[in-house]
């Protein structure tokens, strides 16, 4: 609770503590307004109704505060200020930086408990994750939960000698693109990559289709039109989860991914895919592939599987390693929150 008290703006804590004192204040105004106006119907008829007013507001302001000091998840687009402070406490001080990208004009942030290492040990295999919030670990308050810091705990169970060296280089947002600047900025410095593995968001595509933008959601039309929606954490939460549940092509945000998978989105990004192969060859290091479902949709008629066989099958045919999730995690799903963050975040959880 303290950490997130922390966490709170000057201009919460003031104007919260304004309120709370007009709150605590305003039962004992109307005490001494319905002793002084007893003899007239028409004032009592006002303060009655002023504490009723108080008494709905009453439930109304605890929820706020519960949510302001209380409540600490995301959500899957990380619009509410939840969501936000949410990655203030818990991601952004575990974040650092590659110098190598500086000056790339593309995001320069990892999250890690240690320095991303350019040269390994020359005995060790370096192997590097890279992806977007699915890798990140959006939603995971501790990195040590995260899949990849999991994967080298298993591995050193196993590997006293540390023949393996597990990085994880994702940020939120980003897509193949970045992967394949991320990757020749580290080659160009030297830096020595073993085995990249680039963990796939189906989303991924729509980056390689020029209408996309138009198609996705412009999430700047849905900032809040006052103060009550926009500063505070319960009604912003509320209004985003309505925005949510009132739109369609919000609820459908991915509907029209599954087109991309024909014609030029997919031949711009299976080229993509095979440029970067390329580039880790290049660099004598072998390119991987893992694909994450959307995992809100999984279930015995999950609409995307004709999607994933495709991918699955170009990796194989270039002799691409391909690890595909979907049955795995569709078998071991009981309902969407048994895989994702929480019912409003569709990011895997530990």
């Known amino acids: 609770m303290w950490t997130l008290f922390l966490h709170l703006s000057d201009g919460y804590l003031l104007g919260m503590g304004l309120w709370l004192l007009l709150m605590i204040a305003t039962p004992a105004l109307l005490v001494r307004l319905r002793r002084r106006w007893k003899e007239s119907r028409r004032r009592i008829r006002v303060v009655y109704l002023s504490l009723t007013v108080w008494l709905c507001l009453v439930p109304l302001t605890l929820l706020e505060v519960g949510f302001a000091l209380l409540y600490d998840t995301t959500d899957s687009f990380d619009m509410t200020n939840v969501s936000k402070r949410w990655f203030e406490v818990h991601a952004a001080p575990g974040e650092r930086q590659l110098p190598c990208l500086a000056g790339a004009g593309i995001p320069n942030r990892y999250r890690a408990d240690v320095e991303f290492p350019m040269h390994p040990p020359v005995e060790a295999e370096h192997v590097v994750f890279l992806g977007d919030s699915f890798t990140y670990g959006h939603g995971i308050a501790d990195v040590r939960d995260r899949f990849t810091e999991k994967l080298d705990k298993r591995i050193r169970q196993y590997d006293a000698d540390r023949r393996i060296v597990i990085s994880n280089l994702s940020c939120p947002g980003t897509d193949l693109r970045w992967i ?9 410095s030297g830096g020595r990559i073993d085995r990249a593995v680039y963990v796939m968001c189906l989303n991924d595509i729509e980056t390689f289709n020029d209408a996309h933008m138009s198609r996705s959601i412009d999430l700047q039309q849905f900032d809040p039109p006052t103060f009550l929606f926009r500063d505070t954490y319960f009604y912003n939460w509320l209004y985003f989860r309505s925005q949510l549940l009132f739109r369609p092509d919000v609820r459908n945000y991915y509907s029209f991914v599954r087109e991309y998978y024909s014609g030029e989105p997919w031949e711009r990004f299976s080229a993509a895919v095979l440029r970067t192969q390329a580039l880790c ?40 390693p391909v690890v595909d999730l979907e049955e795995m995690l569709t078998t071991h799903s009981e309902g969407t929150a048994s895989v994702t963050v929480n019912r409003f975040d569709a990011h895997p959880n530990e």
């Open 281 to 320: 060859r290049g660099n004598d290091c072998e390119l991987s592939v893992v694909v994450f479902p959307f995992l809100h949709n999984l279930g015995p008629n999950y609409p995307f599987r004709g999607v994933h066989r495709q991918i699955v099958g170009f990796c194989e045919q270039h002799a691409l």
């Open 180 to 188: 394949e600047t991320v990757l020749q900025r580290v080659f160009a």
